[in-house]
């Protein structure tokens, strides 16, 4: 039951929540203060597409980094998981080994890598979207900042709950 709630929720849900705050803070922050110091125009009046250059390889590595993450929050959740189950429960490990071969089924990791790939998106793009709709200086950034981290967060929410009625539900 431990490696079950660690693969299908506690991992792939709390890396991302972390790394909206922090992958989004940064995009953010960094994308509207070039956009309020004007370097997006000038990076634009050079000819360059600012979303290709600035935004678009934000985007793929996050979206191919966050289930990398995501695998090893799982290796580090069961592993605890193990620790905490043979000291406070007394649980031989035979035992634990027995109930992760029970609960585990193999949809359960894809399922959690295509939460990953979804939560890794959205971390991304939407910290990027606030970051290049930024207005207003310095305050704007910030007021942008927050407003992405807080967006981010309550869309990782939303996914987990719209894939695990789409994914995981019997029809």
């Not at 189950?85 to 890598?113: H, I, R």
């Not at 007021?143 to 807080?150: D, K, L, N, P, Q």
């Amino acid at each position: 039951m431990i490696v079950e709630s660690i693969i299908l929720e506690l991992a792939p849900v709390l890396t991302a929540m972390v790394l909206a705050g922090r992958i989004g803070a940064r995009f953010a922050a960094e994308l509207g203060s070039m956009r309020v110091t004007e370097q997006v125009d000038a990076l634009e009046s050079l000819g360059r597409s600012s979303v290709s250059h600035l935004v678009l390889p934000r985007v793929i590595a996050g979206t191919l980094m966050v289930p990398i993450l995501v695998v090893f929050a799982d290796v580090v959740g069961i592993t605890s998981g193990w620790f905490a189950a043979k000291g406070a429960l007394e649980m031989t490990n035979a035992d634990f080994v027995y109930g992760a071969q029970y609960f585990f089924k193999p949809w359960d990791l894809w399922y959690s890598m295509i939460k990953s790939l979804c939560f890794g998106l959205a971390i991304t793009v939407v910290p990027c979207y606030m970051g290049f709709s930024t207005k207003q200086g310095a305050e704007g950034v910030g007021r942008s900042t927050t407003t992405a981290v807080v967006s981010a967060s309550v869309l990782i929410l939303f996914l987990d709950a719209t894939l695990a009625k789409l994914l995981l539900t019997k029809s």
